[in-house]
């Protein structure tokens, strides 16, 4: 039924009503769909996001060197999240896990810390996972990935100390760090890639919690110099335009809504497990993608400003976030 028809019925309704106290219970109906049910969200504060902070959480991964699949390198990455994870009163947890890859067997692990809402005891409550990868890719020459590994990883640990900062929030949060994003060879051939979350969206039933996972959002080369996210055809539609409106509304239009790319990455095997996912992701790193895989995805070719903006742009949106995919 559309806005008029409504508005007609209950007209009708009303003028009826004093021939026919039979008309009385269709009156107060239409009368009780008239008031709002739904709360506002309850919004975060963007403007305590810190792009320093995150500028400086992306240095020190590229300091790290390459963190590539066995490299001493990814090991320290995952102890330093962790001790990121536990400074802001979290409890990281260590998801292991072997991946057979085309270039040998791997010991794996996922960090993940969950930041319960105070809305349902833990285990309960409807869940958003916010994820990003840690590893980067497997390469014949020096690569630290400043943006294809560590700017994700940078922007979550800074959006994790902001909501962990104010508060418990309707639903509960999973900050989900994810190794394993990369294919081992050169070219993106099914399923030699996503073995992180393909292994966390596995284990989900092993996992407390994990059914009321109500969205994902996934956030991946966020940090370009020349910062406009592309437009996934495979996320969710309405999850994507929720983040898109919020930058919007706060004037950071200009840096959404990018050509439209299907692009396959972690939030994928969320996708295929019936969870409403989107990539965060600008897919055009430089010029024509110039620096995506090479040696030049550098700090240089980063900016803080950049963290600064995926930052607000994630906090504005997730409270709506919170209403729109809370369990009916
Ligand atoms: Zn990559």
Not at 184 to 198: E, I, L, Q
Not at 201 to 228: E, H, P, T, Y
Not at 309 to 323: A, C, K, M, N
Request: proline content about 7%; hydrophobic content about 40%.
């Amino acid at each position: 039924m559309g806005t008029g028809s409504y508005l007609l019925q209950k007209k009708s309704a009303r003028r009826r009503y004093p021939q026919s106290v039979r008309q009385l219970p269709l009156f107060l109906i239409l009368c009780a769909a008239c008031t709002p049910s739904t709360p506002p969200p309850v919004p975060l504060d963007a403007d305590a996001f810190n792009a320093e902070a995150a500028w400086e959480h992306l240095m020190h991964q590229v300091d790290l060197g390459p963190r590539n699949a066995g490299s001493k390198a990814l090991k320290e990455t995952r102890t330093w999240i962790e001790g990121e994870l536990t400074e802001l009163g979290l409890e990281p947890i260590r998801e292991e896990f072997q991946a057979d890859t085309p270039l040998g067997v791997f010991n794996m692990a996922n960090i993940y810390a969950d930041f319960h809402s105070d809305v349902a005891p833990a285990g309960e409550a409807d869940v958003i996972v916010i994820a990003a990868h840690f590893d980067t890719k497997t390469l014949t020459f020096r690569f630290v990935g400043a943006n294809d590994g560590a700017s994700g990883v940078a922007a979550l640990l800074e959006i994790a100390r902001v909501i962990t900062s104010q508060g418990p929030r309707p639903m509960t949060y999973r900050f989900l760090f994810l190794d394993g994003e990369e294919a081992m060879r050169n070219t993106w051939v099914d399923p030699d890639n996503t073995y992180g979350s393909r292994h966390h969206i596995k284990n989900l039933s092993l996992v407390r919690g994990a059914s009321q996972i109500r969205a994902c959002v996934l956030l991946d080369l966020v940090a370009d110099a020349d910062f406009q996210l592309t437009r996934d055809s495979f996320s969710q539609k309405p999850l994507l335009e929720i983040f898109y409106a919020a930058a919007r509304a706060d004037g950071l239009g200009d840096h959404v809504d990018g050509p439209p790319i299907p692009i396959k990455d972690d939030h994928i095997p969320f996708m295929q497990a019936g969870i409403p996912s989107c990539d965060l992701i600008d897919f055009s790193y430089g010029e024509y993608n110039q620096h995506w895989h090479k040696a030049s995805d550098l700090p240089s070719n980063c900016s803080e400003a950049t963290l600064g903006i995926i930052g607000r742009i994630v906090l504005l949106g997730l409270p709506r976030v919170e209403q729109e995919y809370a369990a009916r």
